[in-house]
């Protein structure tokens, strides 16, 4: 029988605080209990009728006449929950209690695989795709990935026995994503970083037992270079980075070309023939340098079994040296590798775009920019940074760290401006619709779960900083010791010698504003303004907070828009499984990563850039704008027209267009996703030794038709690439 009302239920209740597992405190919220309810009478009955639902209000209303009567201050969450089991049991309510239980226990066993390691390892010896294809460049067929995977299970659970408890089941129940468990904070690693490579050539270096000299030559200082990446790659777990390449590399260039005078004048009299020969000899040299560093870099594996992810930034240098340095990278990349020149995934390209250098005709590298144009359309890099308008939003100009993580503008204490030698400190990342969701259109409600996961979000970042403190220089040699990270430490330093006083970033990522504003708006909220507006507020008040808290603890605390290559798939999937296939927001089967437009409506470029340029104001700690093209290659001249619409209001933009070739039938475009694999269009070809196929991932290239399969899913990972960061 349903109880008689209490007097001043509401208010007792509005005073109650409940006590979570991992013992956080948070006030009373009676619309969890219908929630769970709610799923318990759907996996019994199907659906959910009036009658029921107003018959589940009753109970919800026993529920808590019986919490007040029990408890005046602070009740635990599994009395909650035996409180619940009862009433149903005593309404007669067998199969929904006994549903009730099971999911409850379902989820007590989830959270208890996420630690057990041999559960875990089963998983992947069970190639569960979630593990095997959880990185676009790591094969797991191969030993030493399966290795990797292997010690990642390991690490990750002892990381979430490491992390606090309530960021640790945030993390588990899909609210937050703590990124990297894999390899953080089982290990003090830090995440991306820019290298100070001149620091590094200039000064010489040591790499295991090796004390490593300036170069004498362009040839040695790339294939230094390339060391470098390997060595910094595998003690951290994310991109490297060389900003301005061009200009890093000239001075050895001119150390080659100051030996091939010596000989031209020594063995030609005429000076025309000389300098002619001193020009070829040293454009030689420059082209095989770029070409051996892109070879090394696609040979190289890391510690973590893949490639090195790492980014070449150039386009800036006038002088003669600098510009046969940028032309070679573009040529090497426009040949290809291998005797198929099929397209390289790595290094990651970028160009800089900048007035007066090259970006209109009259501009002394307007010519360089005609080659990158060129490039990108038949190998989809180079990007491009806009220097002026990325200087707006950083405050100074660099190059990504990695895919899309920027630094801000910093000073050392001698007023000089310092960009490489900096680093990231890792990632978390908020799971914007899932609170959308909860909020059940209620904008009050929204805005004060967002604060709580907030604060949790706060204190996952700052367990990030304190635990990579805890690491010593002589854990990573290279970057703390040898010169990567800029400052060159005694192994009885503090590492935080170069993290603090807001040198090194720490970010906080968000995921899915097309889906906020969908749950309040409707899916074509895009036209909108109150609609842009609450999406820009929602970044807007990150931003703040994070201001705040760089203030508080002396890191800077940025937003990052966000490097999720497998996170829209894990909210959106577990979003699905919480609160069932809603329209537009779970039913797509992930989600629109950080602040992109809807894929789904195929704006053009342009629609595309006016609409998402209000955005990286505030989320200038990481972001990158794509544009979808179809086959480029006959209309460069229309890719031009969106890289200088771009210029003066995007900072980071990215070209996607197909590049797939089938060295069968000479096919170059677009490969169709099958359950046998990617298939040629005109001839059928599926075999990926003799076919191209490349798509853009989290920012970076890769080469879904080489990575195993599970269960013919290439449809299913074609889909995932789309969406993953230009949706």
């Known amino acids: 029988m349903l109880k008689q009302s209490l007097p001043n239920l509401s208010n007792k209740l509005d005073h109650l605080t409940v006590i979570k597992r991992d013992k956080r405190e948070v006030d009373f919220n009676a619309d969890k209990i219908y929630e769970a309810l709610t799923k318990a009478v759907t996996s019994v009955e199907g659906s959910l009728t009036p009658t029921r639902a107003e018959h589940l209000r009753q109970l919800v209303f026993v529920i808590e006449q019986e919490i007040v009567e029990r408890f005046e201050s602070n009740v635990q969450i599994y009395e909650i929950q035996s409180i619940v089991e009862q009433t149903l049991i005593n309404e007669h309510l067998n199969q929904i209690a006994e549903a009730y239980i099971q999911y409850r226990v379902k989820r007590d066993l989830e959270r208890s695989d996420a630690t057990n390691i041999n559960a875990r390892i089963q998983d992947l010896m069970d190639e569960e795709h979630t593990l095997v294809n959880e990185n676009a460049n790591k094969d797991s067929r191969v030993f030493n990935t399966q290795r990797d995977l292997t010690a990642g299970i390991v690490a990750r659970s002892m990381g979430l026995k490491m992390l606090p408890p309530h960021v640790a089941n945030a993390h588990q129940k899909g609210e937050i994503h703590y990124h990297d468990l894999d390899y ?147 040529q090497v990349r426009l040949k290809g590798i291998g005797k198929e020149k099929r397209t390289a995934i790595f290094p990651k390209l970028v160009f800089t775009l900048k007035k007066g250098v090259n970006l209109e005709k009259g501009d002394p590298n307007y010519d360089i920019k005609q080659l990158a144009i060129e490039t990108a359309t038949k190998r989809m890099y180079p990007d491009v940074l ?135 708006f409707g899916s074509e909220w895009e036209g909108n303004p109150e609609a842009k507006e609450f999406t820009l507020e929602i970044v807007r008040r990150m931003k703040e907070y994070a201001d705040e808290w760089g ?28 609160f069932g296939s809603i329209e537009d927001i779970t039913d797509k089967d992930y989600y629109t990563n950080s602040f992109h437009y809807d894929v789904r409506k195929n704006p053009t470029p342009f629609e595309k850039l006016d609409f998402e340029k209000d955005y990286p104001e505030y989320c200038s700690g990481g972001f990158i704008h794509y544009c979808e093209y179809p086959n480029m290659r006959q209309n460069p001249k229309a890719l031009e027209a969106v890289w200088d619409y771009a210029y003066d209001r995007v900072g980071y933009l990215g070209t996607n267009t197909p590049i797939d070739h089938c060295f069968e039938c000479d096919f170059e475009g677009d490969f169709k996703p099958t359950a046998r694999g990617f298939e040629c269009p005109q001839c059928g070809n599926t075999d990926p030794s003799t076919c191209d196929v490349v798509k853009r991932t989290c920012g970076y290239l890769g080469n879904p038709q080489a990575r195993p399969m599970v269960h013919g899913r290439h449809k299913e990972i074609s889909s995932r690439v789309k969406h993953m960061d230009h949706a």
Not at 552 to 558: A, I, P, W
């Open 184 to 330: 953080h904070p089982y290990a003090p690693l830090s995440n991306c970083c820019l290298i100070d490579f001149e620091g590094m050539l200039s000064q010489g270096f040591r790499i295991g037992n090796a004390d490593v000299e300036s170069p004498k030559s362009i040839q040695t200082a790339a294939a230094q270079m390339a060391q470098i990446f390997a060595n910094v790659a595998s003690s951290q777990y994310g991109g490297t980075s060389a900003d301005r390449i061009d200009e890093l590399l000239a001075p050895y260039a001119a150390i080659n070309m100051e030996k091939h005078r010596a000989i031209a004048q020594e063995w030609l009299d005429d000076e025309a023939k000389r300098e002619e020969y001193v020009m070829d000899r040293t454009g030689k040299d420059i082209y095989d340098a770029m070409q051996s560093l892109e070879y090394e870099i696609n040979t190289l594996y890391t510690s973590q079994g893949q490639t090195p992810f790492t980014t070449l930034g150039f386009g800036l240098g006038t002088q003669p040296l600098e510009r046969e340095i940028q032309k070679a990278i573009l």
């Open 551 to 578: 203030e508080e603890y002396g890191y800077h605390f940025s937003l990052y828009s966000t490097p999720s290559e497998s996170l829209t798939d894990r909210f959106a999937r577990m979003d699905k499984e919480a």
């Open 386 to 520: 806009n220097y002026d308008k990325l200087v707006e939003l950083t405050g100074s100009f660099k190059v990504p760290m990695g895919c899309r993580s920027f630094l801000q503008g910093w000073k050392d204490a001698q007023g000089n401006d310092v960009v490489n030698g900096r680093m990231n400190l890792g990632v978390v990342t908020l799971n914007l619709p899932r609170i959308a969701i909860e909020a059940q259109g209620d904008m009050d409600k929204f805005w004060k779960i967002f604060n709580e996961r907030i604060e949790i979000i706060k204190d996952a970042l700052v367990y990030r900083v304190e635990r990579v403190k805890e690491a010593t220089p002589e854990n990573a040699p290279i970057m703390y010791q040898h010169g990567a990270f800029g400052k060159r430490l005694k192994p009885e330093d503090s590492v935080d010698e170069v993290f603090k006083n807001k040198r090194a970033t720490v970010s906080m990522g968000y995921i899915g504003l097309y889906e906020v504003a969908t749950t309040f």
